[in-house]
């Protein structure tokens, strides 16, 4: 056989097994997707007063418990050895949060699932062994390895907003994305009065002239008031609704005003790439790219540990305390454990 043949033999050869894999793959993630929607349809049966919220977080756990096992049916559960899942959920890299949410998932699933009581006995102690040193940890309030990696001062993290403004006054191109990274800086780093708030907050937060149409979504109200108007958000039923007073000469108002220019949707924010409001792991993304110009990988959540660390730095009183963690939507003891890092 010619050499050029072989090569060319060789190179189908490769290109058919690549298309074969591909195909494994999708099949493998419609079959997981339907199964996952399955097992959500049987906790919410189970479950009826669960938020469609909490189902989401629920299905995005169900993915994440099936791909780390690379199983495609919660039914594993059954067959597989409860040392071995542990031992899977251990060796991916899950931080300790994550471990003990997906230890939630498989004792939710084991009250539907026909899984053996030693097994789930097994599951509750590593669950409970697994909240133990995440508390000590979070009491110690030590940075983990990745906040160590990523962690900046605030000082830096309030220079971004200009940045991106600068970004937006002085070249031509990528107007629109410019103009919502610098709203985004703004709506994180603008000051005390409206410190960082988890990033859900804002991914389907609507925009209005006039006043808030309803006490279920969360509204930006650019009338003669500026107002941040919170109906929807995971401490409401423990909180209650929250309005923040916005300042009329304030870097997210200026940061408003240009990109509003590119978008004149409904919503205050929307994905650049299908001017439809942002999904949660699409924000994500872009929250990180806002915050890329630190050259660290900067979340909402890294952002809230950040700014309250900083704030506790000149050890504030109690009553300062839970001024801000009212306006960050949770307890001063959250704030102590979870958030406040040395």
């Given at each position: 056989?010619?050499?050029?043949?072989?090569?060319?033999?060789?190179?189908?050869?490769i290109?058919?097994?690549?298309?074969?894999?591909?195909?494994k793959?999708?099949?493998?993630?419609?079959?997981?997707?339907?199964?996952?929607?399955?097992?959500?349809?049987?906790?919410?049966?189970?479950?009826?007063?669960?938020?469609?919220?909490?189902?989401?977080?629920?299905r995005?756990r169900?993915?994440?418990?099936?791909?780390?096992?690379?199983?495609?049916?919660?039914?594993?559960?059954?067959?597989?050895?409860?040392?071995?899942?542990?031992?899977?959920?251990?060796?991916?890299?899950?931080?300790?949060?994550?471990?003990?949410?997906?230890?939630?998932?498989?004792?939710?699933?084991?009250?539907?699932?026909d899984?053996d009581k030693?097994?789930?006995?097994?599951?509750?102690?590593e669950?409970?062994?697994?909240?133990?040193?995440?508390?000590?940890r979070?009491?110690?309030?030590?940075k983990?390895?990745?906040?160590?990696?990523?962690?900046?001062?605030?000082?830096?993290?309030?220079r971004?907003?200009?940045?991106?403004?600068?970004?937006?006054?002085?070249?031509?191109?990528?107007?629109?994305?410019?103009?919502?990274?610098?709203?985004?800086?703004?709506?994180?780093?603008?000051?005390?009065?409206?410190?960082?708030?988890?990033?859900?907050i804002?991914?389907?937060?609507?925009?209005?002239?006039?006043?808030?149409?309803?006490?279920?979504?969360?509204?930006?109200?650019?009338?003669?008031?500026?107002?941040?108007?919170?109906?929807n958000?995971?401490?409401?039923?423990?909180?209650?609704?929250?309005?923040?007073?916005?300042?009329?000469?304030?870097?997210?108002?200026?940061?408003?005003?240009?990109y509003?220019?590119?978008?004149?949707?409904?919503?205050?924010?929307i994905?650049?790439?299908?001017?439809?409001p942002?999904?949660?792991?699409?924000?994500?993304?872009?929250?990180?790219?806002?915050?890329?110009?630190?050259?660290?990988?900067?979340?909402?959540?890294?952002?809230?540990?950040?700014?309250?660390?900083?704030?506790?730095?000149?050890?504030?009183?109690?009553?300062e305390?839970?001024?801000?963690?009212?306006?960050?939507?949770?307890?001063?003891?959250?704030?102590?454990?979870?958030?406040?890092?040395?």
């Amino acid at each position: 056989m010619f050499p050029r043949v072989k090569k060319k033999l060789i190179q189908k050869k490769i290109m058919l097994k690549k298309r074969k894999d591909l195909k494994k793959k999708i099949i493998y993630y419609i079959k997981m997707d339907k199964t996952i929607q399955q097992w959500v349809e049987k906790i919410k049966q189970t479950r009826p007063s669960l938020t469609e919220s909490t189902l989401k977080t629920y299905r995005t756990r169900l993915k994440k418990l099936l791909t780390v096992n690379e199983a495609k049916d919660p039914n594993f559960l059954i067959t597989t050895k409860a040392e071995k899942v542990i031992k899977n959920l251990r060796e991916n890299g899950l931080s300790q949060s994550m471990i003990g949410n997906l230890l939630t998932v498989i004792l939710v699933l084991g009250g539907i699932l026909d899984i053996d009581k030693d097994k789930i006995d097994f599951y509750k102690k590593e669950k409970l062994k697994n909240q133990v040193k995440y508390i000590t940890r979070q009491q110690d309030q030590e940075k983990n390895v990745k906040e160590n990696e990523n962690w900046v001062s605030v000082a830096e993290l309030k220079r971004i907003p200009n940045y991106w403004k600068r970004q937006f006054e002085k070249t031509t191109q990528n107007k629109k994305i410019n103009s919502l990274k610098w709203l985004v800086a703004a709506l994180y780093m603008t000051g005390n009065y409206l410190p960082p708030e988890r990033g859900n907050i804002y991914i389907k937060m609507k925009y209005t002239k006039t006043q808030a149409q309803n006490e279920i979504d969360n509204y930006f109200v650019n009338g003669p008031e500026k107002l941040l108007v919170l109906n929807n958000f995971k401490t409401i039923k423990s909180l209650g609704k929250k309005v923040f007073r916005i300042r009329k000469n304030s870097k997210i108002i200026q940061a408003l005003k240009a990109y509003r220019n590119y978008n004149q949707t409904e919503w205050l924010l929307i994905n650049p790439k299908n001017n439809k409001p942002f999904t949660s792991a699409r924000f994500t993304e872009f929250l990180q790219s806002v915050f890329e110009p630190t050259g660290k990988t900067i979340s909402s959540l890294l952002l809230r540990k950040i700014f309250i660390s900083n704030f506790y730095k000149n050890d504030k009183k109690m009553k300062e305390r839970k001024q801000l963690a009212n306006k960050m939507l949770h307890s001063t003891n959250v704030a102590q454990t979870v958030y406040e890092k040395k």
